[in-house]
């Protein structure tokens, strides 16, 4: 039986990780459940699966579940939180938690060697190279769950990776792909993605598509592909998950259903597919046609300066990932307009020079000062 660590529990990912868990439970076994400040969701998690290590921010409902839990250990803030991602006691995590938060958790577990299963784009986008050198020299395995990612994953399983001609890297298209795109777009309109059920900042992030340009940062890192192979593909009916297209013309494909249940099991259990899950199978005599579009870098402005970072190097990354914090959390608590977010980030971009980033305590400090600096220019004096 896996031990299963979650980081990110009572997010989406989270649960579909556990309806994983909940349906095999002769295979896997949540023994550790990290959450923010949903306390509320994380007691009803303990309670039915009875894990050894919790974590919730605050000390006050770390000491209410204390209280009603009192054979299990439970862990608060910052110092909590590096102790619960030191933890060994487990056979695989999966990395969820929102945003940069992910970063110091999910390289604490490579650098001890641990197998972690990443649903988090900003650990790779903010530190790619230290997170994927540090997974080699501990001889960590680091899985994916997004689903593009592992319909990748699949496609190269038993394939020479000198053999790829591209990477085809498939994206929803989100509300907006075929829609105007202005000041007066609402949070409500930006939250109402046409096919994937997802946290309110992972959403927003699809319908500016820079969600697909933090998986071209990702696919760079995870499959060792220079990113002029990393092609963007619009498929609004998000069957086809991703694809690869070898040397020889030939293109693999990996298609199902929108659940990330799939791409989560297939993680758990790699490389062997789990049999049991209640998920619906598409069917293919209802699809009836399978339609690709290329992305408007100039429409889509976050996806091109994804690119854009990339060709510029490391530290532009990290500046691409915070400033799109900062701005996504004002859009969501209408502080700013929706095109403030690709046009902030770009202003942001261009006010910093290349810097040479060593290890997670530069990049965590370089991403506050970003964030700083990305409020004061683009929230602030709005």
Not at 55 to 77: L, Q
Not at 333 to 354: A, F, R, S, V
């Amino acid at each position: 039986m896996k031990r299963v660590a979650i980081f990110g529990s009572t997010g989406s990912i989270g649960d579909s990780t556990l309806n994983v868990i909940r349906e095999n439970p002769n295979l896997f076994k949540a023994v550790t459940l990290v959450a923010g400040k949903n306390v509320e969701k994380l007691i009803k998690q303990i309670e039915e699966f009875k894990p050894q290590n919790v974590y919730i921010i605050s000390k006050e409902n770390a000491d209410r579940i204390s209280a009603i839990f009192k054979d299990i250990n439970v862990y608060y803030g910052d110092t909590g939180m590096e102790e619960i991602s030191q933890l060994v006691d487990f056979d695989i995590s999966v990395s969820a938690l929102v945003g940069i938060a992910g970063l110091k958790p999910t390289y604490n577990m490579i650098k001890n060697g641990k197998t972690v299963a990443l649903a988090n784009k900003e650990v790779l986008v903010a530190g790619g190279e230290l997170i994927m050198r540090t997974a080699k020299e501990n001889n960590a395995t680091l899985l994916t769950v997004d689903s593009e990612h592992s319909a990748i994953m699949q496609c190269l399983r038993g394939e020479e990776t000198n053999k790829i001609d591209k990477i085809l890297l498939t994206a929803s298209g989100g509300p907006f792909f075929d829609k105007e795109i202005n000041d007066s777009i609402t949070v409500e309109q930006a939250l109402n993605h046409p096919t994937w059920s997802m946290g309110a900042k992972v959403t927003i992030d699809s319908s500016t598509m820079m969600n697909k340009g933090f998986e071209i940062i990702e696919a760079k890192w995870l499959f060792d592909v220079d990113p002029s192979q990393i092609e963007v593909v619009v498929h609004r009916k998000s069957i086809v998950h991703s694809m690869v297209q070898y040397k020889d013309g030939t293109i693999m494909a990996s298609l199902g259903p929108t659940a990330m249940q799939i791409p989560i099991a297939y993680a758990l259990n790699y490389p062997t597919r789990l049999e049991k899950n209640q998920i619906q199978k598409i069917n293919l005599f209802d699809i009836h046609d399978l339609t690709f579009e290329k992305p408007d870098l100039n429409k889509f402005k976050c996806l091109r300066l994804a690119y854009e970072a990339i060709r510029k190097g490391h530290s532009y990354q990290v500046v691409l990932n915070a400033a799109n914090e900062v701005l996504v959390d004002a859009f969501l608590n209408k502080k700013i307009k929706y095109t403030d977010i690709p046009n902030g980030i770009e202003k942001i971009m261009n006010m910093y020079e290349k810097r040479k980033l060593n290890s997670v305590d530069d990049i965590l400090a370089f991403d506050e000062e970003v964030k700083k600096k990305t409020y004061e220019e683009c929230v602030a004096k709005i």
